[in-house]
Antibody
Framework: DVQLVQSGAEVKKSGESLKISCKGSGYSFSSYWIAWVRQMPGKGLEWMGVIHPGDSDTRYSPSFQGQVNISADNSINTAYLQWSGLKTSDTAMYFC????????????????WGQGTLVAVSS | VIWMTQSPSFLSASAGDRIIISCRMS??????LAWYQQKPGRAPKLLIYSTSALQTGVPSRFSGSGSGTNFTLTINYLQSEDFATYYC?????????FGQGTKVEIK
């Protein structure tokens, strides 16, 4: 079975750095793009960016470009989302998700999701 | 950026009802649209991709249709487990974007 398992909840102070992880199993990790999605408390889903673990090709939403760094380590089937200076507005649940495949058609939907990592940032 | 307008934001319905959720795009996206269901405290779940393709394991009471700029998700014979929040998502072009969500509540 395809599984994405995320790292545990984090409580941080404003200005601190943080790296959360998403470990894939049950499929060829290097072959499928992994996306990160933010959900602020009581709000909707926001696509942050996506990475291809095989070649580290990465695309960011303009809203998150320069604010976070997305990376991956193929050798341990893990993708990462990193901040160098957290803000209180970064308080949210963060999900990783696998980009699904639709035959030979273009795709960008997410067929498997991690359980989410809650990040709480205080001042 | 492709802007999405999902409606309604809230929908009150009874078990057995048929409901329709709409998603309108600021520009054409061909058929590159997906629908997700999210329950409180849980990750979203893919229901439909490519406008109308049902994800494996999703009940046939869920269906999607549309093209270009207007899309709908229909749920026939609403079941108790269908009360949740639903999101559309376009993947025609970067940045991929989600609709604002529709919360389906029990009447």
């Amino acid at each position: 079975d395809v599984q994405l398992v995320q790292s545990g909840a984090e409580v941080k102070k404003s200005g601190e750095s943080l790296k959360i992880s998403c470990k894939g199993s049950g499929y060829s990790f290097s072959s499928y793009w992994i996306a990160w999605v933010r959900q602020m408390p009581g709000k909707g889903l926001e696509w942050m960016g996506v990475i291809h673990p095989g070649d580290s090709d990465t695309r960011y939403s303009p809203s998150f470009q320069g604010q976070v760094n997305i990376s991956a380590d193929n050798s341990i089937n893990t993708a990462y989302l990193q901040w160098s200076g957290l803000k209180t507005s970064d308080t949210a649940m963060y999900f990783c998700a696998r980009r699904g495949v639709d035959g030979y058609s273009w795709s960008g939907f997410f067929d498997s999701w991690g359980q989410g990592t809650l990040v709480a940032v205080s001042s | 950026v492709i802007w999405m307008t999902q409606s309604p934001s809230f929908l009150s319905a009874s078990a057995g009802d048929r409901i329709i959720i709409s998603c309108r795009m600021s520009q054409g996206i061909s058929s590159y649209l997906a629908w997700y269901q999210q329950k409180p405290g849980r990750a979203p779940k893919l229901l439909i991709y490519s406008t109308s393709a049902l994800q494996t394991g999703v009940p046939s009471r869920f269906s999607g249709s549309g093209s270009g700029t207007n899309f709908t998700l229909t749920i026939n014979y609403l079941q108790s487990e269908d009360f949740a929040t639903y999101y559309c998502q376009q993947y025609y072009s970067f940045p991929w974007t989600f609709g604002q969500g529709t919360k389906v509540e029990i009447k």
